[in-house]
């Protein structure tokens, strides 16, 4: 077999060399080396494909499918050449969860193979050193425009099926947490004064409910982008007959996409993942705020882990929020990847330009940050101690039962909006003797209003404030009870 391959995947129309500032500045391997198996996987998917078409031998075909399963041990093995690659390995693997110790371990391997312009050209190197020339009929029927589109769909997808099990995980943790913490209260708040006291559950149920509608929306994109872009040609479609429901099988999309100048130029799919991780970077954030704050000295509501806490170098008594801190800020970074898809594709005109070679990097790193932040928060959530005695003396100070009072009222057939008077006036009242509402005379409401009676101080004790709230999503202490059966069945599913 001869070994010769072109220097370039597209070199025949040219006679000068590139700039070697510009060769090694717009080749793409260093980052996309990543797609590494998903670029084998697509690749054995189109030889199948083309042997349908005639193109390749059944011989042919069983050598360039074991030639491509060669490819990941071989290269792996050449990046272990390199000095310290077990802990370059290891950190790589650190790094990208989910993607694997072989695939991570080959993050060296653009110094290894300085001459790949990309993924697709490596493949084609290692390949052509393994079987010879019969890996230049692979490239029959196909272009790097459609490989790169259904590479990144592979990722993409992937990656949202490790953020589904991320926030499944997550979910679980945050019920878990409320089924543990009982009927322990806590006060709620609206423009970050105490408003009603309400249970931890109802609170912790609140995020979970942001993650199911988070999960959805990942769902959402995952069956959206599930159409397979090979046989798309550069631009026009494939110039042989080839049959696409074969690379769609074989690669597990639902069909192949309808056309192709928008398959090999749609990055519709990256945007739709970073815009839902950007989503959830802001619930996160959120949950990161309230156990900041939480946790303060002037809340005390909760421990913080010390496992997932850190000191001060300069003030002994320190122990600083590292993960809810860390974490509310790489939000930004999710944010920050939707955004530059946003504007890296909103000027584009059709199909593929070399710009969106740009989307790579924002895609790896909206995955990387947002599974690296699932997988510490169930174990922080799980960690979390509250402080009971202080949530229920925070849920009954402070006049947060005076929904409840204004209830009593209205349930005794005084006008809402009058009632609302009423109990403000006690409220007056209270603040100004320094006494809650629960302390006043029953003679002294009675001046306020004839409809109070000794029946009043039970409809504003704690348990009382709770239940009066029996509606479908409130937290009375039956409701917050259905309510996490349910939400528990709903991650069953």
């Not at 409840?404 to 403000?424: C, D, M, W």
Request: negative net charge; contains cysteine.
């Amino acid at each position: 077999m001869s070994n010769e391959s072109p220097t370039k995947m597209w070199s025949g129309r040219f006679r000068e060399p590139l700039y070697p500032g510009f060769e090694s500045w717009q080749a793409s391997f260093r980052v996309d080396v990543r797609l590494l198996r998903h670029e084998l996987e697509a690749s054995k998917a189109h030889a199948k494909t083309i042997a349908a078409a005639g193109i390749l031998t059944p011989e042919e075909l069983a050598t360039t499918l074991e030639g491509l399963d060669s490819i990941p041990k071989r290269g792996a093995e050449e990046a272990t050449k390199l000095t310290n690659m077990a802990f370059y390995a290891e950190i790589m693997k650190q790094r990208m969860p989910g993607i694997g110790m072989v695939h991570s371990s080959l993050g060296s391997l653009p110094m290894l193979y300085p001459n790949a312009e990309d993924i697709h050209h490596y493949v084609e190197l290692q390949l052509n050193e393994l079987i010879g020339t019969l890996a230049l009929k692979l490239h029959t029927g196909r272009s790097r425009n459609e490989q790169i589109a259904t590479d990144m769909r592979l990722f993409v997808r992937e990656a949202i099926d490790e953020v589904i099990q991320g926030l499944k995980n997550w979910s679980v943790a945050l019920i878990t947490l409320a089924e543990q913490s009982g009927e322990t209260v806590m006060p709620s708040y609206t423009h970050l004064q105490r408003a009603e006291p309400v249970l931890i559950a109802h609170w912790l149920l609140a995020y979970v409910e942001m993650l199911a509608r988070d999960i959805s929306r990942f769902q959402d994109a995952r069956k959206r982008m599930n159409l397979c872009p090979l046989g798309s040609g550069a631009i026009a479609g494939a110039t042989l007959a080839l049959d696409r429901t074969i690379t769609a099988r074989e690669l597990g999309f639902d069909a192949p996409t309808p056309n192709s100048m928008d398959a090999t130029s749609d990055r519709d799919f990256m945007l739709d993942f970073t815009q839902a991780c950007a989503t959830l970077g802001l619930h996160i954030s959120r949950f990161a705020e309230e156990i900041t704050l939480h946790a303060t000295a002037e809340f005390g509501f909760i421990d913080l882990p010390e496992a997932f806490s850190t000191g001060s170098s300069a003030m002994p008594q320190k122990k600083n929020p590292d993960l809810t801190e860390l974490i509310r800020g790489k939000s930004a970074r999710l944010i920050g990847s939707a955004t530059t898809l946003s504007v890296l594709i909103k000027g584009l005109p059709l199909a593929y330009n070399k710009d969106l070679q740009e989307g790579q990097e924002p895609i790896f790193d909206a995955a990387d940050t947002v599974t690296g932040m699932l997988a510490l928060l169930p174990a922080f959530t799980a960690a979390l101690k509250f402080k009971p005695a202080r949530l229920k003396e925070a849920a009954e100070t402070g006049y947060l039962n005076a929904m409840a009072g204004a209830t009593y009222l209205s349930n005794k057939g005084v006008p809402f909006r009058k009632a609302h008077e009423i109990i403000g006036n006690a409220v007056r009242l209270g603040l100004e003797s320094g006494r809650e509402l629960n302390a006043l005379t029953l003679p002294e409401l009675q001046t306020l209003s004839p409809e109070f009676a000794e029946d009043f101080y039970q409809a504003i004790t704690l348990e009382a404030t709770l239940d009066c709230h029996d509606v479908i999503g409130g937290t009375a202490r039956p409701r917050v009870s259905a309510a996490l059966v349910t939400a528990k069945a709903r991650l069953e599913k």
